[in-house]
């Protein structure tokens, strides 16, 4: 059986989304239930306590992952895509944002979503590894000083390898994830026919009773506990990868059973022997040569889990910037095959400097598990927020049925996010930080683009106005095809009317290329060209690209040329391009200090010739200052 849209069957899509897709969820039982009793908030591993633990960890996977991401919120794909901000793209435009306005709440409240995922796919990464790594000294404490050495190795070998690309690693992904899965339920089957009566905690009640006796400490133990579904937003993230079948049958025929008998297994290990709590997962193998054999293991499940979540990072700046939400960056594709696997420089190494940096400051996954999770539960809320739009104004659901699911999901989001509010000032702030900088910067360069383009269209004249009357302007005519590159289709160019203004020249042909983003994730190959021929040898060519495509702007020139019959000489084309210099001041609609953060954002943007890959050698660029 295949999945529609997706390359070979359900059986290896799903072998292959156990390598990527659940690669933060499986790593979590590393350090979930150690913070749950010893971290900052920890109870004691009473029995009472544990079986009250465990019953928060399994309906935690249960209603959280399962029901709401794996039942319902997989349902929302654009045309397969997943993702939050391919779920803002199923929003009907009116509650989007258009025009000067640039950003609406809407899509204010997905972009702070956005934001959140790199401040989740900071940590991440510091915290797997790191956590990993501390197994060595459950094995002897004589290498407890060499932990964030070689945790800060393992992350920069990590990140320094992205540039190669991962399709040739991905392919052992799967299997070593299913070795992993299988491990962790293995180890769990142990302890819990040791002790069987763990399983008593599938009874909600525990989890009931636990509230009870602890109060308000109860709440603060949910703050630990959502480390269990950390990876829960991932599965929606890379459905477009896999597609929903496979990864529903990876989460039920694996991952599940398999970290839930892990979680139970180290719940019958505690209640045997509760000074393992410092770390019950290593604990469930003897010291020594096992040890060390599962350190091994998990070390590598915490690299392909960091993998995914930076991979996650780099498709999530491709769609930002595709959708006009951040400025041009290098981008690379690293195989010819797969359009999705890319490579960002910028977003790479800031990562990498990012990751580095809090094993440094923390120094323990324990203490760096205060300032995980906030990220998490604040896009989890938002998802349950913008599927309740999606539900009521796309798909036409009715309101009982909609606000019954917003209202079941947010009952367990806002405790989860309330409850990592507490952690705020024991590093909870960080993801917080992050989030908040890159928010800003995302609402200031949607809101100064949408404005610059207001500007330049606002008094230039239409094509086919500057068509009709180009003989009474234009002397003379050369050889060759000139190619401007305009943000508006309907409306002249200010390179073009500037061009001509000085040069009273023009080429024999002139194309008007516009790339227009559609809110879907891949336009089809027969509806990305609109071809216009007005008067005078000019021509208007629309290209319409999805925000998971890349726009190759020669090689559609040639597809054009050969499916409509556009008139280039490849040999002879010029590429004209504008490039702004904003000047910034305090008469803008924008205010002073977001003119100085656009203009600082505009000037440090990637270069347009590499990111349509124009031939340098054949772009001319003509510069401008403006004001807001």
């Given amino acids: 059986m295949k999945d529609p849209g997706h390359r070979g069957s ?9 390598g990527v897709v659940f ?33 928060l960890i399994f309906w935690s996977l249960t209603m959280v992952v399962t029901v709401k991401y794996v039942t319902f919120i997989l349902r929302a794909d654009n045309e397969g895509e997943g993702g939050i901000l391919a779920l803002l793209a199923l929003v009907p435009a009116r509650l989007r944002g258009k025009g000067a306005e640039g950003v609406g709440r809407i899509a204010a409240l997905v972009l702070l979503g956005a ?33 964030v050495p070689l945790t800060c190795a393992i992350l920069v070998g990590l990140f320094s390898a992205q540039r190669f690309g991962t399709a040739r690693v991905g392919r052992v992904f799967g299997p070593i994830m299913v070795l992993w899965f299988a491990a962790l339920a293995a180890l769990g089957l142990v302890y819990i026919a040791e002790n069987p009566a763990v399983l008593g905690a599938l009874n909600p009640l525990h989890a009931a009773r636990f509230f009870g006796a602890h109060g308000l400490h109860g709440f603060a133990i949910l703050g630990s506990v959502v480390l269990v579904i950390t990876g829960g937003e991932a599965l929606y993230a890379d459905m477009g990868h896999f597609g929903r079948a496979p990864i529903r049958r990876a989460w039920f025929g694996l991952a599940m059973p398999a970290l839930v008998l892990n979680y139970f297994g180290q719940g019958a290990l505690l209640l045997r022997s509760p000074e393992a709590a410092e770390n019950p997962f290593f604990a469930m193998v003897p010291r020594g040569a096992p040890t ?153 360069w949607k809101r100064g683009r949408a404005l610059l383009v207001e500007r330049f269209t606002r008094a230039a004249p239409s094509v086919e106005g500057f068509a009709r009357g180009l003989d009474a302007r234009c002397r003379a005519r050369v050889p060759g095809t000139a190619v401007f590159l305009s943000s508006r289709a309907g409306k002249t160019p200010y390179i073009l009317a500037h061009h001509l203004k000085h040069n009273k020249a023009l080429h ?50 040639r597809r054009a040329a050969a499916k409509h019959g556009l008139p280039i000489d490849f040999a002879d084309v010029t590429y004209y391009l504008g490039r702004e210099t904003i000047l910034a001041t305090d008469r803008g609609r924008m205010g002073a200090l977001a003119e100085t953060i656009f ?30």
């Fill in 115 to 147: 934001a959140l995922l790199y401040g989740d796919g900071i940590i991440t990464p510091a915290i797997s590894v790191l956590s990993a790594m501390e197994g060595l000294s459950v094995a002897t404490t004589a290498l407890t000083p060499a932990i």
């Fill in 599 to 628: 203009a600082v954002m505009a000037r440090n943007a990637g270069a347009v010739p590499g990111y349509f890959n124009l031939p340098p050698e054949r772009v001319v660029e003509l510069g401008v200052q403006v004001d807001l």
């Fill in 23 to 55: 690669g933060d969820i499986g790593t979590s039982p590393l350090y979930a239930l150690k913070e749950c009793v010893s971290g900052a908030h920890g109870v004691p591993p009473t029995p009472e306590n544990v079986l009250g633990l465990l019953s």
């Fill in 292 to 444: 060390y054999a599962l350190v091994a293991l998990a070390t590598m499940a915490t690299v392909i889990a960091s993998q995914a979540l930076i991979s996650g990072a780099y498709s999530l700046t491709h769609q930002a910037i595709q959708l006009g939400y951040l400025p041009r960056v290098e981008v690379r594709h690293t195989s010819s095959e797969a359009e999705g696997q890319i490579y960002v420089p910028s977003v790479n190494w800031a990562l990498a400097a990012g990751c580095v940096a809090l094993v440094l400051v923390f120094g323990q996954s324990s203490r760096l598990a205060a300032a995980y999770g906030i990220a998490v539960t604040g896009t989890m809320g938002i998802t349950s927020i913008v599927y309740f739009v999606v539900m009521r104004a796309a798909w036409g659901a009715p309101l009982w049925k909609a606000l019954a699911l917003l209202l079941l999901f947010l009952s367990f989001d806002l405790s989860f996010f309330g409850a990592n509010l507490l952690k705020v000032l024991d590093g909870g702030y960080v993801p917080l930080v992050i989030a908040a900088v890159l928010f800003t910067l995302m609402v200031v």
């Fill in 508 to 557: 024999e042909t002139v194309v008007l290329l516009t790339v227009f983003t559609e809110h879907v994730p891949r336009v089809a190959e027969k509806d990305r060209l609109d071809l216009t021929s007005l008067d005078e040898g000019v021509h208007r060519l629309i290209v319409r690209s999805g925000f998971m495509q890349s726009t190759d702007v020669p090689s559609l020139l």
């Fill in 10 to 18: 359900t059986a290896a899509l799903a072998l292959a989304a156990l």
